[in-house]
């Protein structure tokens, strides 16, 4: 059995040379390419429609100085918890925030209340009754966005993805309710909550055209749901979800043909304005964990190389089944009186520290030579990588963290 080897993947000089400088003690690292990051995010805001905003998803890389990066770029942040609340807030004061994400607790709405954020993704009947008591009771109006758990067709999503709706799940409104709620905001039940508009966040990880095909679903279903009651749609938010070729690096989200069809739609609906939250594919791409390998081993006709660090800083793969894109730094020097351990043959496993099977960051990498003390850099690690990871099992060192912009020295910081 031969599972296709992981794609090689392109790094950039200062991330080279920055995973390379590193001390060993400093290892694992975390280097986050923040020029690329801004590069990419102006890129993605070019192309998209002026009547499109684009908030970040914080829970994919909450990071102070990836929030700070995108902040020229996007129009504010989604944010999933209380906590994500207060950090955002903190990391980037004055910046809209819109709460969203399901079980939210009164604790947090007030939370968020005393923060000022004034625009809520409601998710269920129930979180709207709640709402509009806590906002009431402060005297002050909101504006919401009823998510919804809209059908969507097979066609529309494809495999491989990680579906939030179309079918049963936890995640916002059932549209069978649609009618009640859009009632219960314009009878005068809810004087301080505004209807805003909807919001549907179904999939994650589809490519443009499929995604596309989403989007109009959901604002033809939104814009008949506001006819019905004869009031105003203001937003759409058609959430994130544009996917990330963790198998084919090279391949991105076609962010020209996703903003092209976004104007399409715009000109088709005059009425409301698109919103779109995207997380992953904005931050993935700028991430990368850097390690170096601690041994070398035959096991039953395969190599495993032993990683320093492994799944509980890089999560990622473990998570998605995938194997992590990876590039092999050969590193001469070798510090000590023994030998190093080497593979023989072509293909090697690389596997981490954790004593579980499922420690493997990425299978059957061509690495012939590989050595005990050569370094490896894992790309697509800016999104869902370390805060996913389940970082105190085993009670190994955590990584140290540095970020790297191309107009500048290199500089680092330590996080422990
Ligand atoms: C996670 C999430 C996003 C971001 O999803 P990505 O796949 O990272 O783009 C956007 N909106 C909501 C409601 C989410 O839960």
């Known amino acids: ?54 908030y970040y998803a914080a829970k994919a890389n909450p990071e102070p100085e990836i929030l700070a990066a995108l902040g020229p770029y996007v ?4 944010v999933s918890s209380g906590g994500e609340a207060a950090h955002v807030a903190a990391a980037v004061p004055g910046r809209p925030l819109a709460f969203g994400g399901p079980g939210k607790t009164p604790a947090e709405i007030t939370a968020a209340l ?25 005297r002050t109006r909101v504006g919401v966005l009823l998510r919804f758990n809209l059908a969507v067709s097979p066609g529309e999503l494809a495999t491989g993805v990680l579906a ?4 049963p799940s936890p995640f916002g409104l059932d549209p069978a309710q649609a009618d009640a709620a859009v009632r219960a905001l314009t009878d005068g039940s809810h004087p301080h909550l505004e209807l805003r508009g909807v919001h549907a966040h179904l999939a994650s990880g589809l490519p443009a055209p499929r ?19 004869g009031v105003p ?35 088709a609906h005059p009425g409301p304005l698109l919103r779109i939250e995207p997380g992953r594919a904005l931050t993935a791409y700028c991430g990368w964990y850097a390690t170096d390998v601690l041994d070398v081993k035959p096991s039953h006709g395969e190599e495993f190389a ?7 800083h890089l999560r990622t793969p473990a998570a998605k089944g995938h194997d992590q894109p990876c590039a092999l730094l050969p590193v001469d020097d070798w510090p000590h009186p023994w030998p190093r351990s080497a593979a023989d043959g072509e293909l090697v496993t690389l596997a981490g520290q954790l004593c579980t099977p499922k420690d493997v960051l990425a299978r059957r990498v061509p690495a012939a ?16 990588a370390w805060n996913i990871s389940h970082h105190d099992f085993l009670m190994h060192p955590r990584p140290t963290v540095h970020y790297v912009d191309s107009r500048d020295v290199p500089d680092s910081t330590d996080r422990s």
């Open 369 to 384: 030579g590989l050595r005990a003390g050569d370094r490896v850099l894992f790309a697509l690690a800016g999104a869902y």
């Open 114 to 138: 005393d923060l000022g954020v004034n625009r809520f993704h409601v998710e269920s009947a129930y979180e709207l009754r709640m709402l509009s008591h806590l906002v009431a009771a402060r």
């Open 306 to 312: 032993v990683l320093r660090g492994g799944t509980h």
């Open 211 to 229: 995604l596309l095909a989403v989007a109009e679903s959901v604002v033809a279903w939104a814009t008949d749901l506001a006819a019905r009651h």
């Open 1 to 54: 059995m031969t599972a296709p080897a992981p794609a090689p993947v392109a790094v950039p000089d200062s991330v080279r040379a920055t995973a390379l400088a590193l001390p060993t003690a400093q290892l694992p690292a975390y280097v986050y390419d923040l020029a690329a990051l801004r590069a990419h995010a102006a890129a993605v805001r070019a192309v998209l429609p002026e009547r499109a905003e684009l």
């Open 164 to 167: 939030m709706g179309g079918g």
């Open 233 to 267: 749609l203001r937003e759409v938010n058609v959430g994130g979800g544009m996917a990330v070729g963790y198998t084919r690096p090279a391949d991105r989200f076609d962010w020209a043909v996703y903003g092209a069809g976004l104007a399409r739609l715009l000109d």
């Open 75 to 78: 129009t504010g942040y989604e």
